[in-house]
């Protein structure tokens, strides 16, 4: 070892104390040398094109690879240059390395609510779309009891459906701009879907799911040191959660907190996770069920 001063150490070749085994150009003749003594009757070209010394100097990577960590302080190998003024970078993010592109329907799902404007989304599996291809010596005859056979139907394909954060329906002030929205929703959805689709897999359309109004007759009896209006909102959040549930969003500590592997919170996100609304718990939102009839 060679010291600069006595509180920074450092591994040099400079230094005469410096140990043969994390010196590469040792550790390679002398691998070579003991090659020779193995195979060196049927074994005698040891240059730089030979695939046998390419493996060999991968071994001889690994093994420096390895005695710089064991003989450097922990610390040390973990920090980044005192020099450098960027941004420690050192070691990758749970974001980075336990995210992955969407791949289940439940993936799916927490990808689409993400989307902004989308207050719930469901994904089913398409049953009705069936294959017309045909052959001269193998044609179809496109009637109703061919189009409905099992044998035709093709595998991949999803219907999407959303429920919107806004309701066209008395969200705007005409039509026009309701359609507007539920149109510029629509591509931002499908162009998103479109760039994470899994290999042989498409979906056949994006339904936007009707907002139905509805009301709840009630008599409602309060003790007499209750506060009407903090007890009406808690009925109405209580109504909202039970009629229309959403997707409630946590942190990654709250997350945690309830024992869910890490893993699997981040599970099916994308490694951008700035415009995120946070952590779902995959059981709740397996919960929610859509109403489509």
Request: proline share 4%; charged share 25%; net charge negative.
């Amino acid at each position: 070892m060679a010291a600069e001063n006595e509180n920074i150490k450092l591994i040099s070749k400079e230094n005469a104390e410096f140990p043969d085994y994390l010196d590469f150009q040792k550790l390679r003749s002398e691998g070579i040398a003991y090659l020779g003594k193995l195979s060196g009757k049927i074994w005698t070209d040891h240059n730089l094109h030979d695939p046998g010394i390419t493996i060999l100097e991968i071994l001889c990577y690994a093994m420096l690879d390895l005695g710089y960590r064991t003989n450097l302080p922990t610390i040390d190998i973990l920090s980044k240059n005192p020099q450098q003024q960027s941004k420690d970078d050192n070691f990758f993010s749970a974001a980075q390395i336990l995210t992955n592109n969407p791949l289940t329907i439940l993936d799916y799902r927490k990808f689409l609510i993400d989307i902004k404007g989308v207050r719930n989304a469901w994904l089913e599996i398409a049953n009705d779309q069936h294959d017309f291809c045909y052959s001269p010596n193998n044609q179809y005859d496109f009637n109703a009891q061919d189009y409905n056979s099992s044998n035709t139907i093709l595998n991949g394909l999803y219907h999407v459906f959303i429920d919107t954060e806004k309701n066209p329906k008395t969200d705007f002030g005409n039509e026009i701009e309701a359609n507007e929205y539920l149109d510029l929703l629509s591509k931002s959805i499908k162009g998103k879907l479109m760039s994470h689709r899994n290999f042989c897999e498409d979906f056949v359309d994006i339904t936007f799911l009707c907002k139905l109004l509805l009301g709840v007759c009630a008599t409602v009896e309060l003790q007499n040191n209750a506060d009407p209006e903090a007890v009406y909102q808690n009925i109405i959040l209580k109504l909202r959660n039970f009629i229309t549930p959403t997707p409630k969003f946590y942190t990654l500590e709250q997350l945690l907190d309830k024992n869910i592997p890490i893993d699997e919170i981040f599970a099916g996100r994308a490694h951008n996770l700035n415009e995120s609304h946070g952590f779902i718990d995959n059981s709740e939102l397996q919960q929610i069920k859509p109403v489509l009839s």
